[in-house]
């Protein structure tokens, strides 16, 4: 196991076999029961399925992993989120039925040993997909998780969030929390840059959706890490306190064979591209 801060930019490079022969772009719907799934589709090379976190969609997850040459990229909108279905209560919210929803993508493209990808959110499902399901994957990536043995540092206000967005709307709620950044003394710029990801989604279903992953547990303990053989490269932030650097750094510690990549900044860890090339690197040393 390693940490290492990376400079930028990085090359792109990949010396892995099993390559999916296609670069057309397109959209797939799944269906995982009475929910319809839309995943993204492009590029050519080693299938890499890729979940973003909550609030968010495909279109961050693409603009965070650039174009990744050499990678079929499967990017998945979750349920509540993006093109897929709206949930519509707590209950369809589920740790599992997440893991579940990757199992469909799984399932229905039978690609050989893909790499899976989850940011945040889509880290725990990832993880627990790894941790209970057969190892039928190359590699894990989780970028900046944020879900590990105890409930998330930032769930208190995220709940309060959620309440404000019923209450009044998505809209007016994340106008509201930019407003209490500023008189907290967080430049405009920087507070009119929250919740952008959020706009875009359903008010409603976001709700729902952040209430239940604020109960989600991933882990009992960080022991459970070592039935994992499969090598997992987990990408840490210095500086986001919604993605503490310490549980990125207890991950590593437990997990067999893990990498951690460092990025000293969540300004820079928000550039377009700049995550995939670090994944890319790392992917490139299996």
Known sequence: MESTSEEFPLTSSVSMSDRVQRDSSSTRTLHNGDFSLALHLSGSGVPLIALHGLGSDSRDMRSDLGRLPGFRLALLDQRGHGAS?????????????????LSVVLREFAWTNPVLCGGSMGAAVVLRYALTRAADYRALVLIAPAIGTMQTTSAGWIIKFADRIDVIGLSRAIDERRQFLVQQGNPPEEANGFGVSWARQDGSS???????????????????????????IIVGITDDPLHPIELAQQMCAHLVRSSLVVIDSHELAVQPGVIGNLVSRELALL
């Open 85 to 101: 279905s709206h949930v519509s209560n707590e209950a369809e919210f589920g740790l599992e039925d997440l893991v579940e929803d």
């Open 206 to 232: 976001l709700a729902f959706a952040m209430r239940a992953v604020c109960r989600w547990r991933l882990l009992r303990t960080f022991e459970e890490l070592g039935r994992i053989r499969l090598p997992v």
